[in-house]
């Protein structure tokens, strides 16, 4: 998190010019091995240097009256990445943005030169459209989808989906999307977790405090 002590803006993880790193934003409320099984199929297939998981203060869509403190969710997501090449950040807080459009334009303007992709999965490619300023954060960055269990042919289908299926590279190019130029966007398949933070969620809610000691 951003020290206010200090003047100027919050530091950002490694990065520099020509270097390829992919975004991935949620509140990570609970980090799990989904997130780092996406991301490694990510770092794969786009042939990317580096992927930070952006840990928000909080998802405007969401109630987020019952959100760990950002602290305690970074530290979380650090156990859960555990790879030399995911870092882990909560810099949002520091710049002060809600939404994403807000966060990737913050980025593209500070760090020049530095390549960004937005990082999504199935699962959010089929609300996407109710996000604020969509059709601008895919004008902004190319987008990288990875494949949820339940949710490849909802998101296929989804309205953001087929407003930007001329944008759509298919999947043996993924790793030219970094080379394109926004709009572009890749569905990526692969290995897929069955873990998601609401089911985990719902699972620490049965077994409750004690429980949750335990593990």
């Not at 199929?41 to 959100?67: C, E, H």
């Not at 650090?78 to 459009?101: K, L």
């Not at 990875?146 to 790793?175: M, Q, Y």
């Amino acid at each position: 998190m951003h020290d206010t002590r200090f003047a100027g803006p919050p530091p950002l993880p490694r990065h520099g010019r020509g270097m390829r790193i992919g975004l991935f934003g949620g509140t990570f409320n609970p980090p799990h091995a989904g997130h780092r099984l996406a991301s490694l199929t990510a770092l794969k297939r786009l042939g990317l240097d580096r992927i930070w998981w952006i840990v928000t203060p909080g998802n405007p869509l969401k109630d987020n009256a019952a959100l760990p403190p950002l602290a305690a969710r970074i530290a979380a997501a650090c156990r859960a990445a555990d790879h030399p090449r995911i870092d882990v950040t909560g810099f949002e807080a520091g710049i002060g943005t809600r939404y994403t459009y807000d966060t990737l334009a913050y980025l593209v303007r500070r760090c020049p030169g530095t390549r960004f992709v937005w990082l999504m999965g199935a699962d959010n490619l089929a609300g996407f459209h109710r996000w604020q300023h969509w059709r601008d954060i895919a004008a902004l960055v190319p987008i990288a989808v990875v494949d949820r269990p339940g949710a490849t042919l909802k998101a296929c289908r989804a309205r953001a989906a087929v407003a930007l299926a001329s944008f759509r590279l298919p999947e043996h190019r993924a790793a030219a999307l970094m080379q394109r130029e926004p709009p572009a966007w890749v569905f990526l398949h692969g290995p897929r977790s069955p873990l998601s933070s609401t089911l985990l969620r719902a699972q620490r809610s049965r077994t409750g405090p004690a429980a949750e000691q335990r593990r």
